[in-house]
């Protein structure tokens, strides 16, 4: 990941970005945990309502 | 006898639920490219560093859950109180129930980057002190429903409060931004200010058209369960 | 609605009249809580007591009582008068009583006014007798700035019992009633409480009445369209 950062953007290595990406890691996690939840609890509804019908 | 087939006939009418939603996993497909593309190809902004990649996340999802989902919640719920459609109901229910997982979603992101940036993982800033009253709001509209039995009463009363929830939007901007804010103000809608870069905005809009694509993916299947759901307890009532 | 109809049928029959009606019901209220004072009794000793124990969870000598006050007054007023509210239909659902009442000639707009304007005096009355206790218990100088407060209060009060008339009717068709109308009224109650209690910050430390134009704006905005708003929302809520 840091070497990403080094490669896209070299000056940010002299200016010097805090290093933030385990908070944009914990970012994307959290909302993908939050989407996919989501997505889950509709699946169980579908297929309640399925098995009901 | 009658009434059951009728009733039948009502619950075949409406789609009956496919076994794979593509459109989701299209959805699902495209957020996922936009994550890949933001963490890997995207530069990370100079002085924020890396946790401003959440931003492709975050906003997007303000937009849709705060304006788009509280919109179609308001207008849906005005439509019903003047035409009576069951429908207009279940899109009502769906977008308030899609718009709560997005607000919940910029609540946490708002909070992780916040925790980054800021240094609190809450400073009472404008914009998400408004995200956490509309994330009540739609809270109490969920509560609402599930506290009335009676389906023409439900759709009726949440009908009601959602058009409210529409007119206090702007009064609870209004309020928060009596306090000043340490938000960053929007710099894609600045015309004549382009601020963020060519291949940041490229993926900005990229973020955007994916989690617009998952919203209404969401919203369609929410709309779909609850058509399969009602038509069922028909039958059941039959 | 049903009012509008008689009316353009027989030119004989008494003018329905709108403010006539709403003060009717209003007093009808009123009348109600004077003789039973059960609902203003519990509502204004919720409120002196809540600001005697408020006064005891701070150290006086960290946090300036004049600091303190503004935000107190708010949260008191707002939950003293959410114990009105919750009363102001509850007593309507004993024997059916709204039934009767709507099936009278009083439009349905008109109740809610009524309704309205009977919580209005119900939480104006609480403020009435809490404002002194808080200026007394919290040593507050009596200044003229008091009558920007009054006014301030007079104008969150109306937004307030628009909004919460109508929550109370909603919240009463629920099996929840009285646990449903504070999570579905405070957040409608915040661009209420925050701009009366920054106002009254305001004021209270000494600022002319120039200073909190934003906030009486606010205020005055918000009575405008909720009191427009929940009226035509009223009739919704009622059985068709």
Redo the contacts between chains.
Sequence with gaps: MSMQDATTQPPAERTGPPDTSYYMKLGYIVAGVIFAAYILLMLRRIASVRRGS | MTSVSAVESRSTTARP?PAVDWL?VLA?LA?GAM?VRA??YT????????????LY??VP?AILGMYVACTIMAACGGLF?WLKDDRLDRISESAAE?GF?FL??VL??GA??G???WGTAWAWEPRLTSAL?LW??L??YL??RD???NRD?RA??S???G??AL??VP??H???Y?FRGLHPDPVVLQPGKPKMPPEMLITWLFAVGAFAL?FFA?LR??YR?AT??D??LM?EQA | MRAHGRCGVSASFREPSFVADAVRIARKDLLIEFRTRSGFLSATVFAMLSIAIFRFSWDPTAVTSIDLAPGIVWVIFTFAGLLGLNRSFGVEQADRALDALLASPVSREAVFAGKALGNLCFVLAVQVIALPTLALFFGLPVAPEWWGVGAIALLAAVGFAAVGTLFAAIASNTRLAEMLLPMLALPFFVPVLIPAAQATSKLLAGLPLTEVIAELKILAAFDIVFVAACTLAFPFTLEE
């Design positions: 639920l989701l699902v957020v994550a963490i890997l530069p990370a902004d100079a002085a924020l560093g890396a946790v401003q990649r959440i996340i975050h999802s109180l899609v997982v919940t979603v946490a992101t992780i980057w925790k980054s940036s009253f009540f709001v809270l109490s509560v609402l506290a009335i039995e009463t009726r009363l009908a009601v409060l058009v409210l007119l206090l009064f609870i209004m309020t928060v009596l998952l969401l299947l929410r369960w399969a759901r038509a069922r039958l």
